[in-house]
């Protein structure tokens, strides 16, 4: 059923346009991207099936294309609607990321990476490099590896880097496990590229732990 074949007082749409966004329901604001339901189930319907399969609209939007294609009902548009939905909510982050200090908004370098990494099944280690201020200059994936270790080549972290013309950096990499606390590897691994970087001039300032649910910065620790 079609959001136009819903009673009035169910239309997201006009809900929306009456009342604002906020006083929308995550599964309506969903619904009113899918538009559309499948036999047996209207719009809204599908769209909350959605959100309690993916544990809410995080996991919703940290989900895969493949993760989409296994959803019966999210035909080839509406998962294209949903995953360029994801990616304009990175590049709305990263804009902002770009344009004053990084840590000037720590909430949005914590969504900004749990975006990028939260919802991955194997471990990444990943790099925001910034220029002299601060700001944003690019965000990279630079390894890969299994749900317990990554292998990470400081040589490769330093030429990154020069490249980029970073000042400085932040380091990242996600805990699949759940458990956002740094381990004595990570503890090592940050020293070993906080040396390396210095070599070059190039500050770390952070080291991010990130999970599904949390980002924990190891600076604040007192492990950088």
Do not use: W
Not at 34 to 45: A, C, D, E, S
Not at 75 to 102: D, F, H, N
Not at 180 to 189: F, I, K, M, T, V
């Amino acid at each position: 059923m079609p959001l136009k074949g819903l009673p009035a007082d169910a239309r997201p749409r006009e809900k929306l346009l009456q009342r604002g966004p906020a006083a929308l329901s995550d599964a309506e604001l969903l619904a009113l991207l899918l538009r559309t339901g499948i036999p047996g189930k209207n719009v809204v319907q599908l769209a909350q099936e959605l959100v309690d399969r993916f544990g809410g609209v995080a996991g919703l939007l940290h989900s895969s294309a493949s993760d989409l294609q296994r959803i019966k009902g999210l035909g080839p548009a509406k998962r294209a609607e949903l995953l360029a939905v994801v990616e304009l909510a990175r590049r709305t982050l990263a804009q902002g990321l770009s344009e004053r200090p990084l840590f000037d908004s720590p909430q949005a370098v914590a969504q900004y990476l749990q975006l990028h990494l939260g919802h991955k099944p194997h471990e990444v280690f990943a790099l925001l490099y910034l220029d002299s201020q601060h700001r944003l200059l690019a965000f990279e994936e630079l390894f890969r590896g299994t749900l317990t270790q990554t292998s990470v080549y400081p040589r490769e972290v330093v030429l990154r880097a020069l490249h980029h013309h970073a000042a400085a950096v932040v380091l990242a990499h996600n805990h699949p496990s759940g458990v956002s606390e740094p381990s004595r590897a990570d503890q090592s691994l940050t020293a070993t590229l906080k040396a390396a970087l210095a070599l070059v001039d190039v500050r770390v300032l952070d080291h991010f732990v990130v999970t599904a649910d949390s980002c924990r910065s190891m600076a604040e620790m007192g492990l950088v």
